[in-house]
Structure formats: structure tokens, C-alpha cells
């Protein structure tokens, strides 16, 4: 059973966390679901929502009053209708969709600092951003 990281944030809207994540991810953009100036405070990250364990999810953001879903991955369908929904009963939620690869980075580039040690010797590297996998259209 999938367990997110969940974290209580200062507030701002759905919205601002995501600008945030764009310019610290450096990404062209992100999916974003739900009422986008919702006002977040505490948000999870599920890293996916592929069908699994939607319905966990959808019972953890009712529960925990979760506000906003950062994402790795997700379908269009369970928990993206639920929080479309939700935000048109003014029960506003958000889901934010950065990318598989996206969230990745940090931990790949976070490697360099051990990987001689865990290799046992010196092998000459350096972290190369993938860049955005996602083009987005206006």
C-alpha cells in the first residue's frame, strides 16, 4: 500500500507552488488539476496515481484535509475527477503534475556528493539536467 510524504507548508495558493516547483525545477510548465488558487497548507506527494491505490488516496486527502497533490504521474481519471469535483463543491483541492524525470533530478544530481564512496573509487562526473520532458501549448 502506497504511503505519500505529506508536509505542512506556509501558506500560499495552489498556484504560487507551482510557480515555485517551475522555477526550481527549471520546467516549461506543469499539469495542474483542480481550483488552482486553492489555499495551501498542507500538501502530499503521492508520487503516482496510476489506479492502484486511488481510492487510499482519495480517503487520505478527506481524512488528512489535505489541500494539494504533487505528482509524479497520474491517469485522468479516480482521484483527478475527485479533486475536479471537490473544487466545484467549494471544497477547493489541487493536484500539481511535475513529471516522472522532473522530480527525479534533484536525488540524481544529490548522488555526486556519495558516489565515490559508494563505488570505492574516483570516476570523473557531473550533473547534466535533462531538462523539461514536457512542451506545453498556449
Avoid at 475527485?82 to 467549494?90: A, E, K, P
Avoid at 500539481?96 to 555526486?112: K, S
Amino acid at each position: 500500500k502506497e504511503k505519500p510524504q505529506t508536509f505542512v507548508i506556509p501558506e500560499k495558493t495552489a498556484e504560487e507552488v507551482g510557480k515555485e516547483w517551475i522555477s526550481k525545477f527549471h520546467l516549461n510548465g506543469i499539469k495542474a488539476i483542480g481550483d488552482l488558487q486553492t489555499k495551501v497548507r498542507k500538501v502530499a506527494i503521492p508520487f503516482h496515481i496510476m489506479g492502484q491505490f486511488d481510492n487510499q488516496v482519495i480517503s487520505r486527502v478527506d481524512q488528512e484535509d489535505i489541500d494539494c497533490l504533487i505528482c509524479m504521474e497520474l491517469t485522468d481519471f479516480t482521484v483527478t475527477e475527485y479533486v475536479r469535483d471537490s473544487s466545484m463543491l467549494n471544497m477547493p483541492k489541487a493536484i500539481l503534475a511535475i513529471g516522472h524525470f522532473n522530480v527525479e533530478e534533484p536525488g540524481m544530481e544529490y548522488m555526486l556528493t556519495y558516489l565515490d564512496e559508494a563505488l570505492g573509487e574516483h570516476i570523473p562526473a557531473k550533473f547534466v539536467q535533462a531538462t523539461d520532458m514536457y512542451q506545453f501549448i498556449h
